[in-house]
């Protein structure tokens, strides 16, 4: 099939844009993605197709993929938005080819998918997870609280049995007991709660050293009390991203308290930020220890819900922090040599879009 006849009939939605960002060609299903006719289309700045809020930024890309232009997805894994002659938006994913020295000059393809569906099918999944995945965390809890309610249960029918006449004094210490018991039931059921609870994400500009600076400053003095060496290795010029701090902090906690627990004797544990720019740009955060590291057989299991080798573990942090950071269209690895220590690494995306 001629080219031509291909470019028309593809069911991809296919933009050809010269070297000042102007629309040149677009074929049928461009044209029902976006609600435009062709002729609409034709001379048009690309930002015709972008949303408001990201066309400064868009038209800076375009400037600079003409410096170094080759044929790559366009900020893969990144949140990328395509905007309809109606106004309305939808997320998109971009392929960009390069021609060059057309009789238009140089010009770039931009292969267009609509990717709503799969994002929609991605959350669904992962809500289907959080549900199987809280069944398995109320089977625990029950669990927990057994325990409380069976000293409760037999502490009460102790006093129940004693005669009338038992004064006070000998009560006491069954008194104490049920006490004791239901407020450790209380605390599990404090915890479960929230845990349970559906704080919706707070987004905002988030500057990563900031929150590693604080999250030092929370905790930092009862690491080091641990003989733990804290290093830092900060790229101060780190972009902002846009997250939830609080959330993203949580993370941050969790594996620094984690680092502490598996070095009772000391240690070192080393805080790392930096940029990545393999496939757009991401945001790289990582806590390494030199504690015992895990073993080749638990690295698959521990970020499960409950997973815990420890005596009065929860089994909650690792599995919390990966949904935090799967929230922000993230990513986090572990990686770990027994006796060399752990490392756990965050990627998360940089902006909208990418500069590379
Ligand atoms: N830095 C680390 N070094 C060694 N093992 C770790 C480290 N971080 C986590 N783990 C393992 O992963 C398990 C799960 O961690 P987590 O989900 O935070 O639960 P918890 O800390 O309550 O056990 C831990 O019990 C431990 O076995
Ligand atoms: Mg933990």
């Not at 690309?46 to 800076?60: A, G, T």
């Not at 000293?151 to 004094?169: G, H, K, M, N």
């Not at 220890?289 to 521990?302: C, N, Q, Y």
């Not at 815990?308 to 919390?320: D, M, Q």
């Amino acid at each position: 099939m001629p080219y031509k006849e291909y470019f028309k009939a593809a069911t991809e939605a296919l933009i050809v844009v010269d070297r000042k960002g102007h629309i040149v060609e677009v074929n049928r299903a461009a044209e029902q993605l976006f609600g435009y006719l062709e002729r609409e289309f034709v001379g048009q700045p690309i930002e015709l197709l972008v949303p408001e809020q990201f066309r400064e930024f868009h038209s800076n890309h375009v400037e600079n993929y003409f410096v170094a232009p080759r044929t790559r997805a366009m900020g893969r894994g990144l949140n990328l938005a395509g905007r309809r002659k109606d106004g309305s938006e939808f997320p998109v994913e971009i392929s960009l080819t390069y021609a060059s020295g057309t009789q238009h000059g140089d010009l770039v393809v931009a292969a267009i998918i609509d990717i709503s569906q799969r994002l929609a099918l991605e959350q669904e999944m992962r809500r289907a997870e959080t549900l199987t995945s809280l069944g398995t965390l109320a089977a625990g809890i029950a669990h927990d609280l057994a325990n409380p309610l069976q000293v409760i249960r037999s502490r009460a029918e102790l006093l129940f049995e004693l005669p009338d006449e038992t004064p006070a004094t000998e009560m006491r210490e069954d008194h104490a007991s049920i006490r004791r018991q239901a407020e450790r039931a209380g605390t599990i059921i404090d915890e479960f709660l929230q845990l349970s609870r559906q704080r919706k994400m707070v987004l905002a500009p988030v500057d990563i050293n900031e929150l590693v600076d604080r999250a030092l400053l929370l905790i930092g003095d009862q690491i080091r009390k641990g003989r733990i060496n804290l290093e830092t290795r900060l790229d101060r010029t780190l972009p902002e991203i846009t997250g939830d701090a609080t959330a993203l902090e949580r993370v941050l906690i969790n594996l620094l308290v984690n680092a502490r627990d598996a070095m009772p004797q000391g240690g070192t544990v080393t805080v790392e930020s930096g940029l990545l720019t393999e496939q757009g740009q991401w945001l790289l955060l990582s806590v390494a220890d030199s504690g015992p590291g895990i073993p080749a057989e638990a690295l698959g299991k521990v970020f499960n819900l409950l997973y815990t080798t420890k005596a009065s573990g929860s089994g909650l942090g690792l599995w919390l922090s990966r949904r935090i950071i799967q929230e922000h269209s993230g990513k986090i690895e572990v990686e770990s040599e027994p006796g060399k220590g752990a490392t756990f690494r965050i990627r998360l995306p940089v902006a909208v879009g990418d500069t590379a």
